[in-house]
């Protein structure tokens, strides 16, 4: 008898603006990540957790570059399907398969 695996979502990842570098300097991913929160209660997986998800298994160095009071730093822009996540209902955004997520860092040293 084989055990059961949870369902993933598939998600398109693309870092810019340098915060690649932080990333093993690799621009795009594509993750399945779970779709629900188990230890939320089996809550559907929305884009704070995919942030924290991206911090715990992607990131390789400089979490502070990157992540702020729980979110994504001030001066990162994010964008969902090509739609600011401002529009989209920020962290709390639901997501879907294939879902297309951008985060852009607007802050570039001198």
Same mark, same amino acid.
């Given at each position: 008898?084989?055990?059961?695996?949870?369902?993933?979502?598939?998600?398109?990842?693309?870092?810019?603006?340098?915060?690649?570098?932080?990333?093993?300097?690799?621009?795009?991913?594509?993750?399945?990540?779970?779709?629900?929160? &188990? +230890?939320? !209660?089996?809550?559907?997986?929305?884009?704070?957790? @995919? #942030?924290?998800?991206?911090?715990?298994? $992607?990131?390789? /160095?400089?979490?502070?570059?990157? &992540? +702020?009071? !729980?979110?994504?730093?001030?001066?990162?822009?994010? @964008? #969902?399907?090509?739609?600011?996540?401002? $529009?989209?209902? /920020?962290?709390?955004?639901?997501?879907?398969?294939?879902?297309?997520?951008?985060?852009?860092?607007?802050?570039?040293?001198?």
């Amino acid at each position: 008898m084989s055990e059961t695996k949870p369902p993933t979502l598939a998600i398109n990842i693309e870092f810019g603006g340098g915060l690649e570098l932080l990333f093993g300097n690799v621009r795009k991913h594509r993750l399945d990540i779970p779709s629900t929160i &188990v +230890e939320q !209660g089996d809550k559907p997986a929305d884009l704070d957790f @995919l #942030i924290h998800y991206l911090k715990d298994n $992607l990131l390789k /160095e400089r979490e502070e570059l990157f &992540v +702020e009071e !729980g979110t994504v730093r001030p001066g990162i822009l994010v @964008l #969902i399907n090509d739609t600011d996540w401002e $529009l989209e209902g /920020e962290g709390e955004y639901k997501l879907k398969n294939d879902d297309e997520i951008v985060f852009i860092s607007t802050l570039h040293g001198g």
